[in-house]
């Protein structure tokens, strides 16, 4: 992802910096996906892994990269405290 584009965007709701998710968050992720157990902050389960995502610099809400877009819709965010073991 373009650093200058990293650098403007920040979480719609609580406007903290984003960063990529690493290799670990990344797996971690989808393999909580994978087994059925991930929604959205609207409540609507996450159906396929993600190939890319950024997290907010706090660790508390992922948002996914789909063809090098980043979603940044308040409602398609990932709580990170119904991911038991994500690292930080």
């Keep these: 992802m373009d650093k200058r584009?990293?650098?403007?965007l920040c979480c719609p709701v609580s406007?903290?910096?984003?960063?990529p998710l690493n290799h670990?968050?990344?797996e971690a992720l989808n393999r909580a996906?994978?087994?059925g157990s991930v929604d959205?902050?609207?409540g609507v389960r996450v159906p396929t892994p993600l190939s890319a995502g950024l997290i907010t610099t706090?660790?508390?809400v992922i948002y996914r990269i789909e063809d090098d877009i980043p979603v940044m819709l308040a409602e398609?965010?990932?709580g990170t405290t119904q991911l038991n073991g994500f690292p930080h």
């Design 24 to 26: 670990a968050e990344l």
């Design 58 to 60: 706090d660790g508390k």
């Design 15 to 19: 406007k903290t910096p984003l960063r």
């Design 5 to 8: 584009l990293l650098d403007i």
């Design 76 to 78: 398609e965010g990932i």
């Design 40 to 42: 959205t902050v609207a």
């Design 33 to 35: 996906i994978a087994a």
